[in-house]
């Protein structure tokens, strides 16, 4: 019996070798452009009403990355930072603010394939930890937007400029549910 279960753990390891050895490793690190809308809700006492928030910024991101000839999949940390605009178009709420600054930190999931030696194509999903703080100059108004964390589905496509650079490009959403949209647009060094 024990010579079977040393067997069949040699078995095991010979197998994750073989796979392993197939996925080559890369470490990216990327600065890239981001803009999303959400949903904002601005509550006066009893009186609650919709509008729309503007998030813009920038996302520095880590990922590590395995891939051969024709798929890949990698994992990712993010911290992002900018500024947000809001509100406006409530009926009959006046509220609106500009240049909010936000953070945010994130982690991702991808998954993608090449379609050619230089061009990938792939989901990435995402799950962020959103902070901002909307100044409110009466105390009884009471401002939020979106989720504080949410998470997204992304349609990512990838461009190799070079061997050390590449050129990424992402649409999707976070937290559908509410309308957020995502627009990304990056450059990644190859470490």
């Known amino acids: 019996m024990c010579s079977f279960i040393f067997l069949l753990s040699e078995f095991s390891y010979a197998q994750v070798s073989r796979i392993a050895a197939k ?24 009186t609650v009403e919709e509008d729309i928030a503007n998030f813009t910024g920038q996302q520095i991101e880590f990922e590590k990355s395995f891939s051969d000839q024709k798929w890949g999949w990698g994992l990712a940390a993010s911290l992002g930072f900018g500024k947000a605009s809001g509100g406006g178009n409530a009926a009959n709420i006046i509220f609106q603010k500009g240049n909010t600054r936000w953070s945010s930190l994130g982690l991702s999931a991808q998954i993608y394939s090449k379609i050619s030696p230089r061009f ?14 909307w100044p409110v100059s009466d105390s009884s108004l009471s401002v939020s937007s979106g989720k504080t964390i949410s998470a997204g589905v992304l349609f990512e496509s990838t461009f190799r400029l070079n061997a050390e650079f590449d050129f990424t490009q992402a649409i999707g959403f ?3 549910s509410e309308g957020s949209t995502l627009w990304q647009i990056g450059l990644g060094y190859r470490l």
């Open 120 to 133: 990938y194509v792939g989901l990435r999903m995402p799950v962020r930890y959103k902070n901002i703080g």
């Open 174 to 176: 976070y937290s559908a």
């Open 23 to 46: 996925f080559r490793e890369i470490d990216i690190l990327s600065f890239k452009q981001i803009s999303w809308t959400e949903k904002m809700l601005i509550q006066d006492n009893l």
